[in-house]
T-cell receptor, first 111, second 114 residues
Framework: AQSVTQPDIHITVSEGASLELRCNYSYGATPYLFWYVQSPGQGLQLLLKYFSGDTLVQGIKGFEAEFKRSQSSFNLRKPSVHWSDAAEYFCAVGTGNQFYFGTGTSLTVIP | DADVTQTPRNRITKTGKRIMLECSQTKGHDRMYWYRQDPGLGLRLIYYSFDVKDINKGEISDGYSVSRQAQAKFSLSLESAIPNQTALYFC?????????????FGEGSRLTVL
């Protein structure tokens, strides 16, 4: 069965520090992977997606993610976090018919 | 205007009442979805529809029903609301292109059942 695991429920980082949010998936075929961000009171916005090709994908707001098939991972990174990055982040797997979401990682940014 | 519009944005109701959440989209997408978000549980799929004549249950469809009135409209109903249906509900769309389409979300409808 398909599943997505985000092992970190909550992460706190200092502004300007680097960030890595972890995502592991379970899926029998080639995965289609997404990272979404949800700001307070808002819907979900796509940060980036991986379908095929280069395993390092660039997204909006300076985010990137790397697909590692051997580790079944799709971790999200940002080299320098801004206060406006405080939000909830969701990893998702697309199977063609459905999308499966992780439980989310809440990011707090401290000055 | 938003591409995916949900109404109402907030609703407080009582146990046993019938509630309808409406979703309309201007993206021209065939596929529409209803998700429920609860703290610590992420997003869970309630129902999805690939066209007007195609309705499918998701993982948590019990207690809910849907109607796809047109390509652009997909409504979620709670026939007799109960307190554990208190949640944030999202409508989403995707292009009918198999794997290639990501989801586009509305801003959510926060439902409180007392």
């Amino acid at each position: 069965a398909q599943s997505v695991t985000q092992p970190d429920i909550h992460i706190t980082v200092s502004e300007g520090a680097s960030l890595e949010l972890r995502c592991n998936y379970s899926y029998g075929a080639t995965p289609y992977l997404f990272w979404y961000v949800q700001s307070p009171g808002q819907g979900l916005q796509l940060l980036l997606k991986y379908f095929s090709g280069d395993t390092l994908v660039q997204g909006i707001k300076g985010f990137e993610a790397e697909f590692k098939r051997s580790q079944s991972s799709f971790n999200l990174r940002k080299p320098s976090v801004h206060w406006s990055d405080a939000a909830e982040y969701f990893c998702a797997v697309g199977t063609g018919n459905q999308f499966y979401f992780g439980t989310g990682t809440s990011l707090t940014v401290i000055p | 205007d938003a591409d995916v519009t949900q109404t109402p944005r907030n609703r407080i109701t009582k146990t046993g009442k019938r509630i309808m959440l409406e979703c309309s989209q201007t993206k021209g997408h065939d596929r529409m979805y209803w998700y429920r978000q609860d703290p610590g549980l992420g997003l869970r799929l309630i129902y999805y529809s690939f066209d007007v004549k195609d309705i499918n249950k998701g993982e948590i469809s019990d207690g809910y029903s849907v109607s796809r009135q047109a390509q652009a409209k997909f409504s979620l109903s709670l026939e007799s609301a109960i307190p554990n249906q208190t949640a944030l509900y999202f409508c989403a769309t995707s292009a009918g292109q198999g794997y290639a389409g990501e989801l586009f979300f509305g801003e959510g409808s926060r439902l409180t059942v007392l």
